[in-house]
C-alpha cells in the first residue's frame, strides 16, 4: 500500500482505482508554457508538449493503460511526503521505505530571462537513509496516443519520436536505460548519500539539446529562486497567507507566459462527478476568469501581470468584436472545434472531450466581466489608448441592444433563460462603461443611454427575479430555483452588500444549496448530479464579508482552506460526502476566488460591528 501524509498529518491510503490515482493526490509543476501532475506514487501522468493547450505526451489521467507517463519511484510499499519548496512550484516528494528514505525533487525548469527555447522536465533523486531500490520509467504517447511514438537511440542517448516531438531521456546514476517499443526504463540500488538525475527534454520539431548534468541541476535551483523571488512580492499579510501565497503561484502555473492569458485550468475531460458526462476541456482563457484575475492580481501585487493579461484579452476581444466568446483560446485564437478521444477516461468517465463546446455561445456576463476588468484597470491608475476607448464604447451600444436576450449564463447551459446573474452582469457593463466616460477613458456619447438601459435592467431584477416566497434573487426570472453566482452582486454595487435583499439572499442560499456548509451545489437541483463547486463557497465567504458577518465569513474560511490537497491545491468540484476532489485541476476560478475572498475579509475587518450577525 502507497499511502501519503495529509494536511493534517498522518498518513492516508492513495488507492489507484482501475489505475487511476484521486484528483487530490496530484500535485502541479509548470514552466511558464505547460503543466505536469505528478501524482503521489511518483507518476506522472499529465503533461502536454510543448505548450498546454496541446496533446498530452502523457496522459495516464485520461487513460491508465494507453495514456503515457512517467514513473519514478522506490520499490515496493512505502510512506509518501510531499511539499513545495517553500514560496516555489518544485515539487519535493520523501519516500519512506523499510529499509531508506529517498527524497525525489521535480521541475520544470526555467531560465534567469524566463521560459527555455525547449521543454525540460527534471527529477532529482537523493538517498537521504538507508538504502533503497529505485525504478523509473519514461513511456510518452505522442498526440493522445493518436501519432506512433518510436524510440531510437541519437548520440548513444534514447529519444522518443513523434511526428513532430522529440523526447530526449537522460539519466545519471539511476542505472542504464534499457529501451523498448514503448518506453525508457532504468533501476538503481542507492545507498545513503547517492544522488540521481533524470531529465526529459522535449522540442518541437527542431534538434534535441542534451544539457549537461550540472546545467540541469543549476537550473532546479534557478528555477526555485525565479518563484521564491515572485512570491515574495505578494502583498498580502492576513490569517491565510500560507493559502494566498500558495493559490497565487497556482495561478501563476496557469499563466502562459507567451501571451499573458490565464488559463481555466491544466486539464481537459476530468469529470464533475466520477462516471459523468461533462468532460470539457479548460485549457483555455475565459473572459469570466480574467475579471476575477486582474481584480486578484492588482490586490496581490502584480502590477505588471495585469497589464499583459488585460492588453491580451483586448487584443483578442477585438477579432470578434462587439460580440464576445466565452473565452479564447492561449494563443488568441477563436476555438470552434471538439472532438473526442477513444480513451476510456478518468476512471471511465466519458466522453473525453479535447476542445469545449460553449465556443459561441452567447454568455450576457461576459459583457460586465469585460467593463469591469477594465475599469479595476483604470481605478489603479492606468489609462486606456483611445482606439480601446472607442471600441468598448461601442460595446456598451451593443449591450443595449442585447441585454433583453435570454443567454447561456454564467453556467454555460443548454437551456436558454433570463439568467438573474447576466442581467446583473449587463447592468454592471453599462454603469462601469458611463464611469469610464466619465473619466474620459473612452467616448461619452452614449452615456445617456447607457445609464437609462442600466435603470431598465435594474427594474427587470428587481421585479422578475426576485422570489417573496424565498427571500432571494433567484437563478432566473420567473423561477423559483436559487444560483450562488448572484452572491457575486454584493460586490459589483447592483445590490447593497448589506441590504436586506443581499442579506436574505445569502440566508436562502445557505439553506437551500449547502451540502453541508462549508460546500455549496451551483444551483438548486443539482444533489446528486455532480460535485459542489467550490469557487461558491468562496464567493460566500466574501458575500458574508461585505454583509459585515465577520465572525461567519473567518468560519467558512477556516474551513475551506482545510479542503485543499495535501499541498495546497483546489479542484473544480468537491464531493460532498467525502470530500474528494472533482474536476479539472488546479483550478483557476477556485483559486481566484479563495484570494478575493481573503481580500474581502481583510478589507471587511477595520469596520466590523459588535454583534453582527453570523450564519
Not at 246 to 262: E, F, I, K
Not at 302 to 328: G, K, N
Not at 447 to 462: N, Q
Not at 590 to 595: A, G
Request: glycine share 10%; net charge negative.
Amino acid at each position: 500500500m502507497v499511502a501519503f501524509t495529509t494536511r493534517a498529518g498522518g498518513g492516508r491510503p492513495v488507492v489507484r482505482v482501475g489505475g487511476y490515482a484521486p484528483v487530490g493526490a496530484y500535485a502541479a509543476i509548470g514552466d511558464g508554457r505547460t503543466v505536469a501532475l505528478v501524482a503521489a506514487d511518483g507518476s506522472i501522468d499529465w503533461l502536454p508538449l510543448p505548450t498546454l493547450a496541446q496533446a498530452g505526451a502523457f496522459a495516464a489521467l485520461l487513460d491508465a493503460e494507453q495514456g503515457g507517463r512517467c514513473r519514478l519511484a522506490p520499490e515496493g510499499e512505502y510512506l509518501v511526503e510531499r511539499r513545495y519548496l517553500e514560496a516555489t512550484n518544485v515539487l519535493e516528494t520523501t519516500f519512506t521505505t523499510a529499509a531508506g528514505v529517498l527524497r525525489v525533487c521535480d521541475t520544470l525548469t526555467m531560465r534567469e530571462s524566463g521560459t527555455l527555447p525547449w521543454v525540460e522536465l527534471v527529477r532529482v533523486v537523493e538517498c537521504l537513509s538507508g538504502n533503497a531500490t529505485v525504478r523509473w520509467s519514461v513511456e510518452p504517447r505522442f498526440g493522445f496516443g493518436g501519432e506512433e511514438t518510436t524510440f531510437v537511440e541519437i548520440g548513444g542517448r534514447p529519444v522518443a519520436l513523434g511526428r513532430r516531438l522529440r523526447l530526449a531521456v537522460l539519466a545519471w546514476d539511476l542505472g542504464r536505460p534499457t529501451r523498448s517499443t514503448k518506453a525508457v526504463s532504468g533501476a538503481a540500488a542507492l545507498e545513503q548519500g547517492d544522488r540521481g538525475v533524470l531529465a526529459c527534454v522535449a522540442t518541437d520539431a527542431e534538434p534535441v539539446p542534451y544539457p549537461p548534468r550540472a546545467e540541469l541541476e543549476a537550473r532546479v535551483a534557478t528555477t526555485a529562486g525565479l518563484w521564491r523571488r515572485w512570491a515574495g512580492e505578494v502583498e498580502y499579510e492576513g490569517r491565510w497567507r500560507d493559502a494566498v501565497v500558495r493559490s497565487a503561484l497556482a495561478l501563476r502555473l496557469l499563466v502562459y507566459a507567451p501571451s499573458g492569458a490565464l488559463a481555466a485550468a491544466a486539464t481537459s475531460a476530468l469529470p464533475e462527478r466520477i462516471g459523468g458526462e461533462r468532460n470539457f476541456d479548460y485549457r483555455f482563457a475565459w473572459v469570466r476568469d480574467a475579471s476575477f484575475a486582474l481584480d486578484a492580481l492588482s490586490r496581490l501585487g502584480f502590477r505588471d501581470q495585469v497589464h499583459a493579461s488585460l492588453s491580451w484579452l483586448l487584443e483578442v476581444t477585438a477579432a470578434t468584436h462587439p460580440r464576445l466568446q466565452p473565452f479564447y483560446g492561449l494563443d488568441g485564437g477563436v476555438p470552434r472545434s471538439v472532438r473526442t478521444l477513444g480513451f476510456d477516461g478518468y476512471r471511465g468517465s466519458r466522453p473525453v472531450r479535447i476542445g469545449n463546446s460553449a465556443s459561441g455561445q452567447l454568455q450576457l456576463g461576459n459583457f460586465g466581466d469585460l467593463f469591469d476588468t477594465v475599469w479595476q484597470y483604470v481605478r489603479h491608475g492606468n489609462v486606456l489608448d483611445p482606439a480601446t476607448g472607442v471600441r468598448l464604447a461601442e460595446i456598451g451600444s451593443f449591450v443595449c441592444e442585447v441585454w433583453e436576450n435570454e443567454d447561456s449564463g454564467l453556467w454555460e447551459l443548454d437551456r436558454h433563460a433570463h439568467y438573474t446573474i447576466s442581467k446583473i452582469g449587463c447592468w454592471v457593463a453599462l454603469r462601469r462603461a458611463a464611469a469610464l466616460a466619465g473619466k474620459g477613458q473612452i467616448a461619452d456619447d452614449g452615456v445617456e443611454r447607457w445609464l437609462e438601459t442600466s435603470e431598465r435592467i435594474r427594474d427587470f431584477v428587481e421585479t422578475r427575479c426576485w422570489s417573496d416566497a424565498k427571500r432571494s434573487y433567484t437563478f432566473y426570472a420567473g423561477e423559483e430555483a436559487l444560483d450562488c453566482a448572484v452572491l457575486l452582486a454584493s460586490g459589483t454595487g447592483f445590490a447593497d452588500p448589506r441590504g436586506e435583499r443581499m442579506c436574505a439572499t445569502i440566508d436562502a442560499i445557505c439553506d437551500e444549496l449547502a451540502a453541508p456548509k462549508p460546500i455549496l451545489y451551483r444551483y438548486s437541483g443539482m444533489e446528486g448530479k455532480e460535485g459542489c463547486f467550490l469557487a461558491c463557497s468562496f464567493w460566500m465567504v466574501e458575500a458574508l464579508a461585505r454583509a459585515g458577518r465577520l465572525d461567519g465569513a473567518r468560519t467558512w474560511m477556516d474551513e475551506l482552506v482545510e479542503l485543499a490537497n495535501d499541498v495546497g491545491l483546489y479542484s473544480e468540484e468537491i464531493d460532498p460526502s467525502t470530500h474528494e476532489l472533482l474536476g479539472n485541476f488546479p483550478q483557476a476560478l477556485t483559486h481566484l476566488s479563495l484570494v478575493r475572498a481573503a481580500f474581502a475579509v481583510a478589507d471587511a475587518e477595520p469596520s466590523n460591528e459588535k454583534g453582527a450577525q453570523t450564519r
